[in-house]
């Protein structure tokens, strides 16, 4: 049999549907299925919650064999309040794997969210994800993306110094939500030519504070001698590094920043820390100290339904570790 006539067979057994909270079973097992480990359910409800539609999905004789997922993000697209669809826990079930074309089931559900949620006059003007390269050739070869950045890895050594008689660093506290969203406003002023994900004390809250499987330190460091918050370091602790997730600060302070999270991760015994950040904005993190290497991981725009042109939007975006949901 031809694969043209395999296709159109198979085509035919093959539903579309809006993947909601009663098919998360069935979600969670597609996910084992593709990517050979079980999301905890916590995870899984932390990540949809409050959503009606968690994304598209295809079924075959009652199964799911695809998902493409989302969740809104509150941004600042150039200095404007606006909503993007982030997209995550795209699958395919392994079995199904053979038809990666425009008649396969990736090509379904990815189409059927981009053409219902994404675009000019839609509930997002624009979408992100961070898939990795092979994914991202996939979406490319499909004509769903096209590359508007890319996350690189900057690392640095521990460093062991004498405490900085200007700057201190201490965990953040949860009465100090009015700090953090002084914080972010002057980020988000410094960043209007760029489009930055808000970082407000309620994102804070349910992005690093509340996650269901994952402890994320907090720290605020502040000037020693007024008071005065610099910025906020979100951070995780590894086996053998210390991860920068993410900073509430406007960019002239990162250096700053970067010099309290080499000391701490001196004073935690780690050989080195590390972040990911969008590659125009990695020379800026790396300073003197810092290594750039690549991650592999590129920033996909949507074109498949009309919208902001990928022009508008090249290297234009601030994304760190955190903005992922996966780490």
């Not at 559900?109 to 219902?116: C, G, H, K």
């Not at 690392?155 to 200007?166: F, G, H, N």
């Not at 509340?210 to 502040?222: F, I």
Request: net charge positive; glycine share 8%; aromatic share 10%.
């Amino acid at each position: 049999m031809s694969l043209s006539k395999k296709i159109a067979i198979e085509q035919q057994t093959w539903v579309k549907q809006w993947a909601h909270h009663e098919n998360e079973a069935e979600l969670l097992n597609l996910f084992q299925a593709s990517f050979g480990y079980r999301m905890p359910l916590e995870l899984w409800r932390w990540k949809y919650r409050g959503l009606d539609t968690l994304g598209a999905l295809v079924r075959r004789d009652d199964r799911a064999i695809a998902f493409y997922g989302a969740r809104p993000r509150a941004i600042h697209l150039f200095g404007s309040p606006a909503t993007a669809a982030q997209i995550g826990d795209v699958m395919v079930h392994p079995k199904e794997r053979g038809i990666l074309t425009r008649k396969g089931p990736l090509f379904l559900v990815a189409t059927s969210f981009l053409e219902r949620f994404v675009g000019h006059g839609k509930a997002f003007p624009l979408a992100f994800g961070f898939p990795s390269e092979r994914h991202y050739r996939l979406g490319t070869r499909l004509d769903l993306y096209e590359q508007v950045g890319e996350l690189m890895r900057v690392s640095w050594p521990a460093l062991q110094t004498r405490p900085s008689y200007s700057v201190r660093m201490r965990p953040l506290s949860r009465n100090q939500g009015a700090t953090v969203d002084r914080l972010w406003l002057e980020m988000a002023d410094a960043l209007q030519d760029q489009v930055v994900g808000v970082r407000d004390w309620a994102y804070l809250q349910q992005r690093y504070l509340d996650h269901p499987t994952v402890d994320y330190p907090l720290y605020l460091v502040s000037s020693r001698l007024t008071g005065s918050p610099i910025g906020i370091v979100v951070t995780r602790i590894l086996d053998d590094a210390v991860e920068l997730l993410d900073i509430i600060a406007p960019p002239q302070r990162v250096a700053t920043l970067v010099h309290c999270l080499r000391r701490l991760t001196w004073n935690l015994g780690k050989p080195q820390a590390y972040a990911w950040i969008t590659a125009q904005h990695a020379q800026l993190f790396a300073g003197e100290t810092g290594e750039i290497a690549p991650t592999d991981i590129v920033i996909p725009h949507n074109r498949w339904t009309p919208g902001l042109p990928a022009s508008a939007l090249l290297n234009r975006w601030w994304l760190m570790g955190g903005d992922t949901d996966f780490r």
